[in-house]
């Protein structure tokens, strides 16, 4: 209860607050709380012009890099304004995302949706989704397959696989799309005047053609983008697609035997200077494609001059210095072949085909004669390998049955696994170059991207769940927040308002009611400025958590300490293994144990890292600072609503009273339209819900899913890597023979020069003797006549 004051006896103390100020400021607080309502009220429907800008946003994304973002906005226009005119564009666009995410399958679906699509804008994207339907029926190859070394670039290799009947040229890949579908679309195609079709399409479509052996039909397809009589420019409209076009027409041209012809327009496409980073790829790959083929017409210098073209900073220098050598050695010019081989080693001495490279330096000493030279060549290769297999031997050896440990090393961290964690950084090169083992890398990355994948989504759902069961929901949305945070500053100033109110009628009175009135009110306001009664800011609620992210990340680097510590010390077991004295099966079990114990604190450090992730997005739209402050602002309201009728009693005043009233109105629609906008964004968020729930239920399944394939993998991957560690044992032995070979090679060549010597000296031999018995015979014969 609050006293109430004894009229004032002094003179009244004057107030510079003014009634009309009052009025004023009730207007403007009931215009902010009018707008929250008509907000709470709304159900907002973009407009066209909206949803084109979204989709517009969105392709501004693809251009960035943003894929995934971009997909969502799509996704979200197809799937929410499905009736709409953007949907026709997002429909299309979502294809296109798709496929940079390496989503085929759903990116076809987007195709061939746009293709039955009649409408004016379905229509615009037609020649675009059938361009993207025959690339996906032959897809391209990832990004660096032309920078592999492959069997081009170990004749050797290939020659041997030949001879043991193994086909050595590689197929294209196949794509998705059915065969059905994509005759459907080349009969679409072949109903649309040539000069009609897009440059993209005519490109697209000749590629298929070509792939598919239809060589003729591919170049007039190709042509039509790229004609032969116009000269190549450095850039414009469709240039991109005439410096690919240029190449496929002349790729078709060399497949249907028209030798000059490509060799035509590989040279004009070698003349061209695109401004792409990808285009200059594709000239430079004209430039290797003429210098094979004048390799194969035996025009050595030709072939070498265009190998010449491909500067250092170019990703194919390696593979065309290396076929240079080649080409070099064919044609007898055994100095210049080395030149080329010393040349690629000091470029590229990580290569794959390094002992290639090292081999064919010692075969090109033999063809010069340089026995020397070429012994201690293979001497050195021997000696390298023979003790890098030795030791991988001994290590295999102790190891045993060691598919366990590698199984643990690979759980460990499968996004980021590599060869090198399980062999020796020597090994790691030849292992490199064993189908079976990248093969499996690329699986266990694979698996480990997808579960990495899955974990961010699976926490992010929950901090969506987390948001959506919050009490401040409204601030999920950028327009309803801010109505919010427009409502409790009303309601701060009207409290502001009430003070300045109370203290013009208090002026006016006085006595120790007056005084207890003061007291009270000053302890009430301070609870409004400090809620939580810790002296605390509303910035300060997540400081506690903060701490604890704090105390995780030490944990996280605890942990990587942990792991580190491990490494060293199977590596340092791996060095001074001869000297120790321990059961190698039972220090490689204890060490799996160990990598899956590390493993397993790291999943957990990545667990607790989610949960204050999810406990900050509950602080966050829950707020509890600002429900405490809300709570002392109603009590403090309370009070000077009593204090106000207090004083009323010992003064009255009949238009402070009318502000009051007016005033509290105001509070109880600011308190109504907070569960007027909280109702708004839960209708806005009743689609969003659902999909929650669908979407948990899904990432449940996809998580059991994975576990089984996970626990697959990694069985997987510890067989391979045990009998890829014997395959590159076996591969280093090989090495080692064929370095023998090459010292045999070497005797062989010294024993035939020898050989040839001596037969040329018992051929001249031969010679002087039949020279000087015809000689004797003939002085035998003069001196008979005498």
Same mark, same amino acid.
């Not at 009931?30 to 979204?54: F, G, M, W």
């Not at 042509?223 to 027409?249: F, T």
């Not at 390696?318 to 000091?346: F, I, N, S």
């Not at 080692?736 to 090679?745: I, K, M």
């Given at each position: 209860?609050?006293?109430?004051?004894?009229?004032?006896?002094?003179?009244?103390?004057?107030?510079?607050?003014?009634?009309?100020?009052?009025?004023?400021?009730?207007?403007?607080?009931?215009?902010?709380?009018?707008?929250?309502?008509?907000?709470?009220?709304?159900?907002?429907?973009?407009?066209?012009?909206?949803?084109?800008?979204?989709?517009?946003?969105?392709?501004?994304?693809?251009?960035?890099?943003?894929?995934?973002?971009?997909?969502?906005?799509?996704?979200?226009?197809?799937?929410?304004?499905?009736?709409?005119?953007?949907?026709?564009?997002?429909?299309?666009?979502?294809?296109?995302?798709?496929?940079?995410?390496?989503?085929?399958?759903?990116? =076809?679906?987007?195709?061939?949706?746009?293709?039955?699509?009649?409408?004016?804008?379905?229509?615009?994207?037609?020649?675009?989704?059938?361009?993207?339907? @025959?690339?996906?029926?032959?897809?391209?190859?990832?990004?660096?397959?032309?920078?592999?070394?492959?069997?081009?670039?170990?004749?050797?290799?290939?020659?041997?696989?030949?001879?043991?009947? =193994?086909?050595?040229?590689?197929?294209?890949?196949?794509?998705?799309?059915?065969?059905?579908?994509?005759?459907?679309?080349?009969?679409?195609?072949?109903?649309?005047?040539?000069?009609?079709?897009?440059?993209?399409?005519?490109?697209?479509?000749?590629?298929?053609?070509?792939?598919? $052996?239809?060589?003729?039909?591919?170049?007039?397809?190709?042509?039509?983008?790229?004609?032969?009589?116009?000269?190549?420019?450095?850039?414009?409209?469709?240039?991109?697609?005439?410096?690919?076009?240029?190449?496929?027409?002349?790729?078709?041209?060399?497949?249907?035997?028209?030798?000059?012809?490509?060799?035509?327009?590989?040279?004009?496409?070698?003349?061209?200077?695109?401004?792409?980073?990808?285009?200059?790829?594709?000239?430079?790959?004209?430039?290797?494609?003429?210098?094979?083929?004048?390799?194969?017409?035996?025009?050595?210098?030709?072939?070498?001059?265009?190998?010449?073209?491909?500067?250092?900073?170019?990703?194919?220098?390696?593979?065309?210095?290396?076929?240079?050598?080649?080409?070099?050695?064919?044609?007898?010019?055994?100095?210049?072949?080395?030149?080329?081989?010393?040349?690629?080693?000091?470029?590229?001495?990580?290569?794959?085909?390094?002992?290639?490279?090292?081999?064919?330096?010692?075969?090109?000493?033999?063809?010069?004669?340089?026995?020397?030279?070429?012994?201690?060549?293979?001497?050195?290769?021997?000696?390298?390998?023979?003790?890098?297999?030795?030791?991988? $031997?001994?290590?295999?050896?102790?190891?045993?049955?060691?598919?366990?440990?590698?199984?643990?090393?690979?759980?460990?961290?499968?996004?980021? @696994?590599?060869?090198?964690?399980?062999?020796?950084?020597?090994?790691?090169?030849?292992?490199?170059?064993?189908?079976?083992?990248?093969?499996?890398?690329?699986?266990?990355?694979?698996?480990?991207?997808?579960?990495?994948?899955?974990?961010?989504?699976?926490?992010?759902?929950?901090?969506?769940?987390?948001?959506?069961?919050?009490?401040?929901?409204?601030?999920?949305?950028?327009?309803?927040?801010?109505?919010?945070?427009?409502?409790?500053?009303?309601?701060?100033?009207?409290?502001?308002?009430?003070?300045?109110?109370?203290?013009?009628?208090?002026?006016?009175?006085?006595?120790?009611?007056?005084?207890?009135?003061?007291?009270?009110?000053?302890?009430?306001?301070?609870?409004?400025? *400090?809620?939580?009664?810790?002296?605390?800011?509303?910035?300060?609620?997540?400081?506690?958590?903060?701490?604890?992210?704090?105390?995780?990340?030490?944990?996280?680097?605890?942990?990587?300490?942990?792991?580190?510590?491990? =490494?060293?010390?199977?590596?340092?077991?791996?060095?001074?293994?001869?000297?120790?004295?321990?059961?190698?099966?039972?220090?490689?079990?204890?060490?799996?144990?160990?990598?899956?114990?590390?493993?397993?604190?790291?999943?957990?450090?990545?667990?607790?890292?989610?949960?204050?992730?999810?406990?900050?997005?509950?602080?966050?739209?829950?707020?509890?600072?600002?429900?405490?402050?809300?709570?002392?602002?109603?009590?403090?309201?309370?009070?000077?609503?009593?204090?106000?009728?207090?004083?009323?009693?010992?003064?009255?005043?009949?238009?402070?009273?009318?502000?009051?009233?007016?005033?509290?109105?105001?509070?109880?629609?600011?308190?109504?339209?907070?569960?007027?906008?909280?109702?708004?964004?839960?209708?806005?968020?009743?689609?969003?819900?659902?999909?929650?729930?669908?979407?948990?239920? *899904?990432?449940?399944?996809?998580?059991?899913?994975?576990?089984?394939?996970?626990?697959?993998?990694?069985?997987?991957?510890?067989?391979?890597?045990?009998?890829?560690?014997?395959?590159?044992?076996?591969?280093?032995?090989?090495?080692?023979?064929?370095?023998?070979?090459?010292?045999?090679?070497?005797?062989?060549?010294?024993?035939?020069?020898?050989?040839?010597?001596?037969?040329?000296?018992?051929?001249?031999?031969?010679?002087?003797?039949?020279?000087?018995?015809?000689?004797?015979?003939?002085?035998?014969?003069?001196?008979?006549?005498?």
């Amino acid at each position: 209860m609050v006293s109430a004051p004894a009229p004032a006896e002094a003179a009244p103390r004057r107030s510079t607050f003014d009634i009309d100020d009052a009025v004023q400021r009730i207007a403007d607080i009931e215009s902010v709380i009018v707008a929250a309502e008509t907000a709470a009220n709304e159900d907002p429907e973009q407009t066209e012009e909206e949803l084109a800008k979204r989709v517009v946003a969105g392709q501004l994304m693809l251009v960035d890099r943003d894929v995934e973002g971009a997909a969502i906005v799509f996704l979200d226009v197809l799937e929410n304004h499905p009736d709409s005119l953007a949907a026709s564009q997002a429909l299309y666009f979502l294809g296109e995302a798709l496929v940079l995410l390496s989503m085929d399958r759903w990116a =076809i679906e987007c195709f061939q949706g746009n293709l039955v699509d009649q409408s004016e804008d379905g229509r615009r994207y037609h020649q675009r989704s059938m361009a993207r339907m @025959f690339d996906l029926h032959v897809p391209r190859r990832e990004d660096g397959f032309a920078r592999r070394p492959g069997l081009s670039a170990t004749p050797e290799v290939r020659a041997r696989l030949q001879a043991i009947g =193994i086909d050595v040229e590689a197929k294209p890949p196949e794509g998705l799309v059915d065969e059905a579908d994509i005759l459907r679309v080349s009969v679409a195609v072949g109903a649309i005047a040539p000069e009609e079709r897009e440059l993209e399409l005519r490109y697209a479509y000749g590629r298929w053609l070509y792939f598919r $052996g239809e060589w003729e039909q591919a170049l007039a397809s190709l042509d039509s983008v790229s004609p032969l009589d116009v000269p190549m420019s450095s850039g414009g409209v469709g240039a991109q697609w005439r410096v690919r076009a240029a190449y496929m027409a002349a790729t078709a041209s060399l497949a249907k035997g028209d030798i000059d012809d490509a060799l035509t327009r590989f040279g004009l496409l070698t003349q061209s200077f695109p401004k792409g980073e990808r285009d200059k790829r594709i000239v430079e790959l004209a430039n290797l494609a003429l210098a094979r083929i004048h390799h194969d017409q035996g025009e050595t210098e030709l072939a070498v001059k265009s190998y010449r073209r491909i500067s250092r900073d170019s990703p194919f220098f390696p593979e065309a210095m290396y076929e240079t050598a080649w080409t070099l050695l064919a044609a007898g010019a055994h100095d210049r072949a080395l030149q080329a081989l010393d040349l690629l080693l000091v470029y590229d001495p990580d290569s794959p085909i390094v002992p290639e490279i090292k081999q064919l330096r010692g075969k090109v000493k033999i063809q010069m004669r340089d026995w020397q030279g070429a012994e201690g060549e293979f001497l050195a290769l021997r000696r390298e390998f023979d003790e890098l297999s030795k030791r991988l $031997g001994r290590q295999l050896e102790a190891k045993g049955d060691a598919a366990s440990y590698f199984s643990a090393v690979a759980s460990e961290d499968m996004e980021h @696994f590599s060869l090198g964690a399980v062999m020796p950084v020597e090994a790691a090169a030849v292992a490199q170059t064993l189908p079976r083992a990248t093969q499996t890398v690329d699986l266990v990355n694979e698996v480990g991207e997808v579960d990495a994948m899955l974990f961010e989504t699976r926490a992010l759902l929950a901090r969506m769940e987390e948001a959506v069961e919050a009490k401040e929901r409204a601030r999920l949305f950028t327009d309803l927040g801010a109505h919010l945070s427009s409502l409790d500053s009303s309601d701060l100033e009207i409290l502001d308002l009430k003070e300045k109110l109370l203290f013009r009628s208090t002026a006016k009175v006085g006595g120790a009611g007056l005084v207890e009135i003061e007291s009270q009110r000053k302890a009430l306001a301070k609870r409004v400025t *400090n809620p939580l009664g810790d002296g605390s800011s509303r910035d300060d609620t997540s400081g506690g958590l903060r701490s604890r992210a704090e105390e995780i990340h030490q944990l996280d680097l605890t942990v990587q300490a942990l792991r580190a510590q491990l =490494i060293a010390t199977e590596r340092y077991y791996d060095e001074t293994r001869k000297d120790q004295r321990i059961d190698h099966e039972a220090f490689l079990k204890q060490a799996a144990e160990l990598r899956d114990e590390v493993a397993g604190l790291e999943r957990e450090v990545a667990e607790m890292e989610a949960e204050v992730e999810k406990a900050q997005t509950a602080i966050r739209f829950a707020d509890p600072w600002a429900e405490a402050q809300r709570a002392a602002v109603e009590d403090y309201s309370v009070f000077l609503d009593q204090a106000f009728a207090a004083v009323l009693e010992a003064n009255p005043d009949a238009a402070a009273k009318k502000v009051w009233d007016r005033a509290n109105s105001l509070r109880g629609r600011i308190v109504e339209g907070r569960e007027r906008l909280d109702a708004a964004a839960g209708r806005r968020l009743r689609r969003a819900m659902q999909i929650l729930r669908e979407e948990r239920v *899904n990432l449940d399944a996809y998580k059991e899913e994975l576990e089984a394939k996970r626990g697959e993998t990694r069985e997987l991957v510890g067989d391979v890597m045990q009998a890829s560690y014997r395959d590159v044992v076996g591969e280093l032995a090989n090495l080692v023979t064929r370095s023998e070979v090459g010292l045999l090679d070497v005797a062989w060549a010294i024993q035939e020069v020898e050989s040839e010597e001596i037969r040329r000296l018992e051929t001249h031999r031969d010679r002087d003797l039949r020279e000087l018995d015809r000689v004797l015979d003939q002085g035998l014969q003069e001196d008979g006549n005498r």
